[in-house]
């Protein structure tokens, strides 16, 4: 990553692990503005974020579908996040979040309790938005959704969606009104959007061929290029660390 870019993950505690996908905070050190490009990771974003423009902001960002055009990282600017697995928006936020499909909106600024104050101690901010999430957190878990989530994740989007469906016994017809309904976006679209998440480890490392969840060299491209606008080689070279995922997997 950028040498005055500093980047940590937090993996949540298991009882949360169904709804949280990590903590992670991203700090530019610098006094320049860093120019990004975004690509989807199939995770809901909640960022608390400190700039020498805007003192502090809460945002919330929906599932990205595409490559974000341009992304900026403040000079001087610190970000902590919780990245959140998709049946949070039902269990945890207790709404949908299809209105924020490619985009986000800023929320009050004392949002869940947090304040300009939880910046100061990564740790500590992991562990107090872990409580406030077990906090909201509905128990009463619909069987079938529980099932297809994990065959989701599991899978990392490889299966079908028929395969989906009859595995935890729910119809593709509902599944899909439920997926519409809440993210914003149909079943198979978010499984190419995990597919191409997962690929991204592999490039990141070089390799170029699809490894597993495509079936050959030209599907492969042809999504990774659809997803991302940018071919498997042109992303492995991340030029000025401009792919700021792709560089948070290089890092790791």
Known sequence: MYNDLE?????PSKNLSDFVDSFWCMENKSDQTLETIGLPDGRIDLSLIKTTENSFQIRLLGLGTQQYEKGKIPANSLTFVISFKLPAAEYVFNESIADLINSGKILESN????????????????KKA???I???????????KQKLFKLIYESNGAMSVKELSEQSHWSSRQI???FNQYFGLSLKAYCSIL???????HIAKGKL???ENFSDQTHFIKEIKKISGSLPKE??????????????????
């Open 195 to 201: 597919r191409f998440r997962a690929s991204l480890e």
């Open 111 to 126: 949002f869940w309790d947090f304040n300009e104050n939880d910046l100061k101690n990564f740790e500590l901010f992991c």
């Open 7 to 11: 980047y940590k993950s937090i993996k």
């Open 134 to 144: 077990d906090s909201l957190l509905i128990k009463e878990i619909d069987v079938r």
């Open 176 to 178: 899909n009104r439920y």
């Open 235 to 252: 992303l492995f070279q991340n030029k000025n660390n401009r792919f700021i995922l792709l560089s948070a997997l290089s890092s790791k």
């Open 209 to 211: 061929f699809p490894e």
């Open 130 to 132: 872990s409580a406030k």
